[in-house]
T-cell receptor
């Protein structure tokens, strides 16, 4: 099956710094990737849709200047949390669709961000 | 607006007993619904989708447009079914919206 990989799996940073999380589709090309945020014991909240070669589409309430998304190639999307604060601490998960006809999403393993 | 509701956060059943995980949705168009599962220490993965009308690992789910539901069912639960289950809806923009999830525990 299709594989999506995230890096890093865990990151700890100081308040005020920026953190970049990478999402790669390893064996397929993904024109669209999705970024989710998961709070403890809660559901996945869709943050944005990352589109290769164009601007990301953000969900309502998600600050685009805070969560910068870049989809520079068909196999890589990055999420940068800028000027991170403790409330940004969370589990961030990316996903991609291999076959647009099936609609199946393949998920990365997630990245746990802790902001001190 | 689209919404997926899973009313049960936790569900425990005994091995061999039937299990039903509830999912209700709100969507103005024609919905496309999925069940995803996350086993311990693993990533989310697709379990089944309503379009294919398949049975995976003994699980089935029927889309009931009248009741706006897509409940997941299995007649005889197994210990290996213990996991987190998420109901998801695919929107017109191809975004996926997830319910809050149900943690299923199958008691030996």
């Amino acid at each position: 099956g299709a594989v999506v990989s995230q890096h890093p799996s865990r990151v700890i940073c100081k308040s005020g710094t920026s953190v970049k999380i990478e999402c790669r589709s390893l064996d397929f090309q993904a024109t669209t990737m999705f970024w989710y945020r998961q709070f403890p014991k809660q559901s996945l909240m869709l943050m944005a849709t990352s589109n290769e070669g164009s601007k990301a589409t953000y969900e309502q309430g998600v600050e685009k200047d805070k969560f910068l998304i870049n989809h520079a190639s068909l196999t890589l999307s990055t999420l940068t949390v800028t000027s991170a604060h403790p409330e940004d601490s969370s589990f961030y998960i990316c996903s991609a669709r291999h076959d647009p006809n099936t609609g199946e999403l393949f998920f990365g393993e997630g990245s746990r961000l802790t902001v001190l | 607006a689209q919404r997926v509701t899973q009313p049960e956060k936790l569900l425990s059943v005994f091995k061999g007993a039937p299990v039903e995980l509830k999912c209700n949705y709100s969507y103005s168009g024609s919905p496309e619904l999925f069940w995803y599962v996350q086993y311990s220490r693993q990533r989310l993965q697709l379990l089944l989708r309503h379009i294919s009308r398949e049975s995976i690992k003994g699980f089935t789910a029927d889309l009931n447009k009248g009741e706006t539901s897509f409940h997941l069912k299995k007649p005889f639960a197994q210990e290996e079914d213990s996991a987190m289950y998420y109901c998801a809806l695919r929107g017109t923009g191809n975004q996926f919206y997830f319910g809050t999830g149900t943690s299923l525990t199958v008691i030996p």
